[in-house]
């Protein structure tokens, strides 16, 4: 079985222009995650899809950031514009479902750089 | 919001030495989760823990759950060099089935 995969592994910006990001979850998996660890701290929840629908987008931290995940698969992670404080690895998981916590199946990140 | 912190953020342990770290949350937790980082990889599931009080072992690492659903913690009976990591604990509060909260994390070193 397939794991998690992101795209790119790494991006390297100037502050202002736009990156976009791209999860594909594990195959069959309805519940789909962004996450955001900066500087090695805590990993910060940025928002959660179940299929194409946004079901929590409470840990956005502002409307630079869109998320999308058109037809209830891969889903995209646009910064536009990207500023300094936006560095940190994005993390994507996925999930089979949500009923009292199944395992969170995480990809390798997106480390992201804007200078 | 609910607050997941973590201590100590980090330990230098060396080989054959025990360790511990702990999750402690702001809020009532309906279960918890751990999770473990290795350098520059990404965060793989450990264990899950659902009831009050509850312990679980898998080998060297044995998990625990307070009795008010608000703490755990991770033990690890002498650490080996692949124990090195990041360990995080996650929990979903009582209020909010899908969000995932992760903690501060523990950052642990072994050296021979």
């Known amino acids: 079985e397939a794991g998690v995969t992101q795209f790119p592994s790494h991006s390297v910006i100037e502050k202002g222009q736009t990156v976009t990001l791209r999860c594909d979850p594990i195959?069959?998996?309805?519940?789909l995650y962004w996450y955001r660890r900066v500087m090695g701290k805590e990993i910060k929840f940025l928002l959660h899809?179940?299929?194409?629908?946004?079901?929590?987008e409470s840990g956005m931290p502002n409307n630079r950031f869109l998320a999308e995940r058109t037809g209830g698969t891969y889903s995209t992670l646009k910064v536009q514009p990207a500023e300094l404080e936006d560095s940190g690895v994005y993390f994507c998981?996925?999930?089979?479902?949500?009923?009292?916590?199944?395992?969170?199946?995480f990809g390798n990140g997106t480390r992201l750089t804007v200078t | 919001g609910q607050q997941v912190m973590q201590i100590p953020q980090y330990q230098h342990v060396q080989e054959g030495e025990d360790f511990t770290t702990y999750c402690n949350s702001s809020t009532t937790l309906s279960n918890i989760q751990w999770y473990k980082q290795r350098p520059g990889g990404h965060p793989v599931f450990l264990i899950q823990?659902?009831?009050?009080?509850e312990v679980k072992k898998q080998k060297r690492l044995t998990f625990q759950f307070g009795e008010a659903k608000k703490n755990s913690s991770l033990h690890i009976t002498a650490t080996q060099t692949t124990d090195v990591g990041t360990y995080f604990c996650?929990?979903?509060?009582?209020?909010?089935?899908?969000?995932?909260?992760f903690g501060t994390g523990t950052r642990l070193q072994v050296t021979l």
């Open positions: 899809f179940v299929k194409e629908s946004k079901q929590d």
């Open positions: 996650a929990g979903r509060n009582t209020g909010t089935a899908s969000k995932l909260t």
């Open positions: 998981a996925s999930s089979q479902g949500t009923a009292f916590g199944s395992p969170l199946h």
């Open positions: 823990l659902v009831k009050s009080g």
């Open positions: 195959s069959g998996h309805d519940n």
